[in-house]
């Protein structure tokens, strides 16, 4: 079985100040890691994910995420938010068996303010 | 890239009438199928998916089911809305195993009266 833990439901936060977004899962199969990115009145996108090989993976606009297999934690961080960040981000595990089961978690809202 | 199609956009049922809600996908061949449903403060629940046509797999016990008749299809379906089905559908699709990302239809308002 697999399970997807977001333990903050809401992250409110200054423009230009540094976050930390949680996510934890369990699976007894190996499993590829996603961080999801939903903005206000769009559809959901990729915004980074782990296969292999360097722990630490970078998105296109400067958040970026470590897997951390001991802790089964894929957190995902920012060093300095803008306001157009304000989105929900929903973290996700797709096993790597030839079922191609994705769950997600119950996502995070990150609110930025000025 | 693929391109999923999901209608219809909004949708208002009565209580114990049926529901089929059907999900196509362009630019790729035997995607991986997914139906989720999204609430608010609980993220994305997966309710079934599948890796081809006729094979379905169901994550969560209740009132919906899924079919898969051709390859690029999905449909969500039920035979009697309940109140408690109302929710925002998604499907997604996913090429594997060496293509991992997920892409998503724009979403299916259901709502149950």
């Known amino acids: 079985a697999q399970s997807v833990t977001q333990l903050d439901s809401q992250v409110p936060v200054f423009e230009e100040a540094p976050v930390e977004l949680r996510c934890n899962y369990s699976?007894?199969?190996?499993?590829?890691l996603f961080w999801y990115v939903q903005y206000p009145n769009q559809g959901l996108q990729l915004l980074l994910k782990?296969?292999?090989?360097?722990?630490l993976v970078e998105s296109i606009n400067g958040f970026e995420a470590e897997f951390n297999k001991s802790q089964t934690s894929f957190h995902l961080r920012k060093p300095s938010v803008h306001i157009s960040d304000t989105a929900e981000y929903f973290c996700?595990?797709?096993?790597?068996?030839?079922?191609?089961?994705?769950?997600f978690g119950s996502g995070t809202r990150l609110l930025v303010r000025p | 890239s693929q391109t999923i199609h999901q209608w219809p956009a909004t949708l208002v049922q009565p209580v114990g009438s049926p529901l089929s809600l059907e999900c196509t996908v362009e630019?790729?061949?035997?995607?991986?199928l997914y139906w989720y449903r999204q609430a608010a403060g609980r993220g994305l629940q997966l309710l079934f998916y599948?890796?081809?046509?006729?094979?379905i797999s169901s994550e969560v016990p209740q009132n919906l089911s899924a079919s898969r008749p051709q390859d690029r299809q999905f449909i969500l379906s039920s035979k009697k809305l309940l109140l408690s089905d109302s929710g925002f559908y998604l499907c997604?699709?996913?090429?594997?195993?060496?293509?991992?990302?997920?892409?998503f239809g724009q979403g299916t308002r259901l709502t149950v009266v």
């Open positions: 699976s007894s199969v190996s499993v590829y």
């Open positions: 996700a595990v797709r096993s790597m068996d030839s079922s191609y089961k994705l769950i």
């Open positions: 630019g790729t061949s035997n995607p991986n």
């Open positions: 599948s890796v081809g046509i006729g094979q």
């Open positions: 997604a699709c996913s090429r594997g195993p060496t293509n991992t990302e997920a892409f």
């Open positions: 782990y296969l292999s090989g360097s722990t």
